[in-house]
């Protein structure tokens, strides 16, 4: 069974943490994705990384930032959290040209 | 601007047929996704369109016309489980990068 794990499934934290969220996935897949999902937005993306310390920002990068130091990893970084940034966060892979993404169970952040 | 447009929400009834259209305007196109998501879950792949015209899977079938920016999902034989969310997706020029739409929840009544 094709696996995409997310780290946590709640989090709270305060306003102005550095807040890491990390996605695993075993599936040995080129490309990794991060979403976050509010109601009525849909899935928006915000960074993507088709390899190895490669990435590239999305439609709302800003207040984010990405680390892919290996291939089945990919963390996203809230540098100094704000409210605005509770969601829920989606970690997606997909392999090469291929058609499906594979999600995680997703992160519910909460930022107080 | 990149968006995809799709209905909030439908309503149909056990057993019926429900369509669920979307339009797209991207800068580049590499081919139509959809997506269901159950309250709670994960979003899962139905299906995919590179191509124009009509992809069935079972009870689920996907249309493509590139030239009107459109495709729709099409439920056929609805059943009470098919409750969810369903998003539809761009992958753009390149395949890298999947845009979604803000998804259609629909409802199955009895």
């Known amino acids: 069974d094709v696996k995409v794990t997310q780290s946590s499934r709640y989090l709270v934290k305060r306003t102005g943490e550095k807040v890491f969220l990390e996605c695993v996935q075993d599936?040995?897949?080129?490309?990794m994705f991060w979403y976050r999902q509010d109601p009525g937005l849909g899935l928006r993306l915000i960074y993507f990384s088709y390899d190895v310390k490669m990435k590239e920002k999305g439609d709302i990068p800003e207040g984010y930032s990405v680390s892919r130091e290996k291939k089945e990893r990919f963390s996203l970084i809230l540098e100094s959290a704000s409210t605005n940034q509770t969601s829920m966060y989606l970690c997606?892979?997909?392999?090469?040209?291929?058609?499906?993404?594979?999600f995680g169970q997703g992160t519910r952040l909460t930022v107080v | 601007g990149q968006s995809l447009e799709q209905p909030s929400e439908v309503t149909a009834v056990e057993g019926a047929i429900v369509q669920i259209n979307c339009t797209y305007q991207?800068?580049?196109?590499?081919?139509l996704s959809w997506y269901q998501q159950h309250d709670g879950g994960a979003p899962t792949f139905l299906s995919y369109n590179a191509l124009d015209g009509l992809e069935e899977t079972g009870r689920f079938s996907s249309f493509l016309s590139r030239s009107d920016s459109y495709g729709y999902l099409l439920l056929q034989e609805l059943q009470m489980k098919d409750s969810a969310s369903y998003f539809c997706?761009?992958?753009?020029?390149?395949?890298?990068?999947?845009?979604f739409g803000a998804g259609t929840r629909l409802f199955v009544k009895a």
């Open positions: 997606a892979s997909s392999k090469g040209q291929g058609r499906v993404a594979f």
């Open positions: 997706a761009v992958r753009d020029t390149g395949g890298f990068k999947t845009i």
């Open positions: 991207t800068s580049g196109f590499y081919g």
């Open positions: 599936m040995d897949h080129e490309n």
